[in-house]
């Protein structure tokens, strides 16, 4: 309804740059997810490798296409997406994740609902089949946003949520990398032995945006060691008035910069007097207030634009020495990517019949 009146009433005032999303968007939908960021390059990984992880990303993109297709909920897609990505041992999350200097798994995730800025964590779990589910449980079955160690178990067990024995999560790539950290022949901070973690943004048709990641965080991380990947803020942000995000990479870095909530706060406050122009254009009620607030998803930025904010803050996360990337869902139906490593497992999709997955920076 809004769309239209401010179709009449304000777009004038905001010249080519800036147009309302149309009415006939209302069916649009898409989704991106990540599998990781690090130094991917062709020469680093095998044609075996390389199919491995393109029909993990295909069939994980499929999942959360096929829900919004059929008119689910952006929440309910990335949930399922993340969940098959946890669930293959290719990658840092769920079967799969990192080991701890101490030879466990401590594994982070969140899940933020852009529609209403709900949002559930936890951090240094374990025992959990599914972070993201004992993440998407605290947003919606506890008062809280952050959960973490024994009491997050504990909550996961009260929920009812599969749980499995710690062997569950090991492979042998991954034990094989802390045996190198521990012998010291690579550095806990090498971002290759990290990567993998997962991530999935999405816009259902209704508009709503939702934002979750999952990580084993990185490899001999101790002392309680926690990322940015359960932050709100750093490695995930859903906001309906301006994007969703996952974020992977240096956690460190993208906690310092709040990367996800940066993003989507650029994108939010990008045409602040546009915004407030419109708003006086508003009928108010007989108590002299507006009928219904302009919120910033109403003015449309571009692909380009979008890319832009989204590499500013990579380049700045690059500049304090952080490596990683993330990926973007916005409310006008765009889905992309912005990564400062050579690579990033990733994979995007739309309703205007876009969807690919790639691995290399050299890919679309
Ligand atoms: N960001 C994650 C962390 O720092 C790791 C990753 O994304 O590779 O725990």
Redesign the pocket.
Known sequence: MFKAILGAAAILSLGSAALAQADTDDARWSIAIHG???TINRDKITPEQDATIRAALSEALAAGSKILKDGGKAIDAITATIMILENDPNF?AGKGAVFTWDKTNEL?SSIMDGSDLSAGAVAGISGTKNPILLARAVKDKSPHVMLSGAGANQFSREQGLQQVTPDYYATPYRLQQIEDVLAKKVSVAD?DY????VGAVAMDQEGHMAAG?S????TG?RWG?????PIIGA?TYADDRSCAIS??????Y?IRLGVAHEICARIRMRWPIAIAEAQLTVPKDEEGNYTYAIHASEFMLSDEEIQQIADDVIAELGELGGD?GIIYATPWGQAGYSFNTAGMYRGRATSEGEQSVSIYGDED
């Open positions: 990781g960021a690090g840092n982070d971002v990290k990567y993998g973690t990641t990580t084993g965080g990185m991380k060691r926690i990322g940015d990947s490695g974020a992977t990479g240096s956690g460190e993208f990683g």
